[in-house]
Structure formats: structure tokens, C-alpha cells
């Protein structure tokens, strides 16, 4: 089992920036898919972000080119860099890992990005990001 702990979550102006951090403590996986997801009051979880133990990236279309997901040397801390916030990136901010148990190329080029493909024991607790107009 694996424990999440996100940090670096606050308030910022539209069009700043944060870094968001998830360290990660106790099992390593070989294959896996890791990620960021959001979820604001009265809707679902999104994923926001994702990669795979082979490398594969993948973005919601509502932060391409504006967030980047990467990983430290030793793959236990991922972290998100969002740039030219919004106020509709508001939310609660989680990291989830799940192991695969197979190669993780064998999956669909998106299935780290939906967050129904983690279990319920896969969450951090979350970091809120706050962006005002």
C-alpha cells in the first residue's frame, strides 16, 4: 500500500502560478499510472493530468498547455506545475497511484486520466487551489 501527501495547494491570482506536490511512502510499483485530478463541490472528479510507468502523458484539453505533470529522480514525489491559472481551475486537487500489474502500455492511451480506474485506497487527501479574477 502506498500513502499519498500532497502539498503546495493555496490562493493565487488569475494568471499566477503553483506547484503542487505529492510524495508518495511505502510500497513501489513497477507499472503503474499515477496523476492529478480535481473536484469541486457538486461534481465529479476530473482528471487533470496523468503519466505511466512508461512515460505516457496525458492532459485534460481544459489545461493543456498551461499544466505540466513530472515526476522526481526516484519516481516517489509527482508534482504538477500550473501556470496562467484561472478562476475555473478552483478545486480540491488530489494525486492517486494504482498499480497495473502489467506493462503499462497495454492499457489505452487515456486510462490514467480517469479517475474511476483508481481504487478507493488510491487517494491522497487532497490540497485546495483557490485562483480569484
Known amino acids: 500500500q502506498v500513502e499519498l501527501a500532497e502539498s503546495g495547494g493555496g490562493s493565487a491570482q488569475a494568471g499566477g502560478s503553483l506547484r503542487l506536490s505529492c510524495v508518495a511512502s511505502g510500497s513501489a510499483y513497477s507499472s503503474y499510472c499515477t496523476g492529478w485530478f480535481r473536484q469541486v463541490p457538486g461534481k465529479e472528479r476530473e482528471g487533470v493530468a496523468s503519466?505511466?510507468?512508461?512515460?505516457?502523458?496525458n492532459y485534460a484539453d481544459s489545461v493543456k498547455d498551461r499544466f505540466t505533470i513530472s515526476q522526481g529522480n526516484a519516481k516517489n514525489t509527482l508534482y504538477l506545475q500550473m501556470n496562467s491559472l484561472k478562476p475555473e481551475d478552483t478545486a480540491m486537487y488530489y494525486c492517486?497511484?494504482?498499480?497495473?500489474?502489467?506493462?503499462?502500455?497495454?492499457?489505452?492511451?487515456?486510462?490514467?486520466?480517469?479517475?474511476?480506474?483508481?481504487?478507493?485506497?488510491?487517494w491522497g487527501k487532497g490540497t485546495q487551489v483557490t485562483v480569484s479574477s
Open positions: 492517486a497511484v494504482v498499480p497495473l500489474g502489467v506493462a503499462s502500455a497495454t492499457f489505452p492511451a487515456l486510462y490514467c486520466l480517469q479517475p474511476g480506474n483508481y481504487g478507493e485506497d488510491d
Open positions: 503519466i505511466d510507468s512508461d512515460g505516457r502523458v
